[in-house]
């Protein structure tokens, strides 16, 4: 089994009710899901998904309410069982763990972060975040330390000793996230870990997961139904609609070219700026430095603001080495393009 991604599901299927193989078959051979459900009363949660999560990106599944998001995410630690299909993590084969292998597994190799915090209401942040260390057997005095260097990463230095109902729920919501990162392992799920937040706060949180996945380089699987959300902070995006894989690809690639009307609703109105990568629109070739420069990687929106002190910006590689230019011109012109402006 080669480990080129950190997560792959094979084929995944779900169906929840008393007879599920019996199901499968039909729905193998062609029937629909919404026959099967209103005929037998089982509900397809996933279809046939595929799906592969590279190491060190940060992966989004969006859909809408009942797409199959919250379903597929907890099947990659086997929270669900699939009905059919394989699931692999850094190689191995999750569905033929032993019950204490996935214990093993659910301790030292992922992390879950969830959209209602899920914090024990009578412990403090620094027990909160101090829990999975508990659980794993740390004792105090490393795993208080540890807590704490989370808590000042979060940026709740000072809160140690406050408990869950004192905070925000973006404090909250930066708690869980310690939690998480404490474990200190290479896998994060976050399940809408965003979407109970309020819009400047959820905002800021955003900002501070691309901050610390800069910095951490962790593998993460991220649910929502924000597709601005899921521009701002993925890496590769994936679209399921009616528990089916029906788009995947770089945000850009989504949103400029949507595989169907359902892809063409969510991108509609959303903010190409967000989406589209210099990279994509550059002038190649070592221009040396404007006094400005901005990563392959960076968005239109990012570089934007840059055009009001400099006539063109710098792109760099993964090294800091100029490899192309772009200009206020190239990105008025390629935002016109896909806007369906005549430019």
Request: glycine share 8%; hydrophobic share 40%.
């Amino acid at each position: 089994m080669s480990h080129q991604y950190k997560i792959e599901m094979r084929g995944v299927t779900k169906i929840f009710g008393p007879e599920p193989q019996a199901v499968l078959e039909k729905l193998q051979a062609g029937e629909s899901k919404d026959k099967l459900q209103a005929e037998t009363g089982h509900v397809i949660g996933l279809n046939n998904v595929s799906l592969q999560v590279a190491p060190g990106k940060l992966h989004v599944v969006m859909g809408l309410s009942g797409s199959g998001k919250s379903t597929l995410i907890r099947h990659v630690n086997r929270l669900i069982d699939p009905t059919s299909g394989e699931i692999f993590v850094d190689g191995q084969n999750v569905l033929e763990m032993s019950l204490d292998e996935l214990r093993t597994f659910r301790r030292t190799q992922i992390a879950m972060v969830f959209q209602r915090f899920g914090l024990l209401p009578h412990r403090s942040v620094l027990d909160n975040v101090a829990y999975g260390l508990e659980i794993r057997g740390i004792d105090k005095k490393e795993r208080k330390e540890i807590a704490e260097k989370w808590i000042a990463t979060v940026g709740l230095e000072g809160y140690e000793k406050s408990r869950p109902h004192q905070l925000s729920g973006g404090q909250q919501q930066r708690v869980g996230l310690a939690r998480a990162l404490a474990m200190d392992v290479d896998i994060l799920l976050m399940d809408e870990a965003f979407s109970a937040l309020d819009p400047l706060i959820r905002s800021g949180m955003q900002d501070e997961l691309l901050a610390l996945q800069k910095e951490l380089n962790k593998t993460i699987l991220f649910i929502t139904h924000d597709f601005d959300e899921a521009l701002k902070i993925g890496d590769q995006v994936t679209v399921l609609q009616d528990g089916a894989v029906i788009q995947s690809g770089r945000p850009e690639e989504v949103v400029l070219n949507p595989a169907n009307a359902h892809v063409e609703d969510f991108v509609r109105d959303v903010n190409r700026a967000r989406a589209i990568h210099v990279h994509t629109i550059m002038e190649r070739g070592d221009f040396g430095t404007s006094g400005a420069t901005v990563s392959a990687n960076a968005r239109c929106e990012d570089v934007l603001p840059l055009f009001a002190e400099h006539d063109w910006v710098g792109v760099t590689n993964a090294n800091d080495k100029v490899i192309g230019k772009v200009t206020a011109k190239q990105v008025i012109k390629a935002l016109a393009r896909h806007s369906g402006v005549s430019g």
